[in-house]
């Protein structure tokens, strides 16, 4: 159902963009979330935007530095500026209702991830 692509290395201070590709029906009142996991800690939210794009969604760690937006078909994209170390992490997409757009449980499907990591 859904697929991440775009990870990589970077450097502190440089960008990633990464993309998350949704096959299957329509789910034109669902959000499309993206959430991190660095090891040993818990999984978290990052952006959600929802399936037309209206409306957006940042964690206060990531605002002004990272933007979600999706294209005209079935892909949602997360553009990373700035990338600190902090920002190393697993980076998920995830779908689901989203009633509370940083809660992991409202979200449905989830992709395998792809891994973010920012060298110093």
């Known amino acids: 159902q859904l697929e991440e692509s775009g990870g990589g290395l970077v450097q502190v201070g440089g960008s990633l963009t990464l993309s998350c590709a949704a096959s299957?029906?329509?789910?034109?009142?669902?959000?499309i979330g993206w959430f991190r996991q660095a090891p040993g800690q818990e999984r978290e939210f990052v952006a959600a935007?929802?399936?037309?794009?209206?409306?957006t969604y940042y964690a206060d760690s990531v605002k002004g530095r990272f933007t979600v937006f999706r294209d005209n078909a079935k892909n949602t994209f997360l553009q990373m500026n700035d990338l600190k170390p902090e920002d190393t992490a697993v980076y998920y997409c995830?779908?689901?209702?989203?009633?509370?757009?940083?809660?992991?449980?409202?979200?449905?499907?989830w992709g395998q991830g792809t891994q973010v990591t920012v060298s110093s």
């Open positions: 995830a779908l689901g209702p989203g009633i509370v757009e940083h809660r992991t449980a409202d979200y449905d499907y």
């Open positions: 299957g029906r329509t789910f034109s009142s669902y959000l």
């Open positions: 935007i929802s399936w037309y794009g209206g409306i």
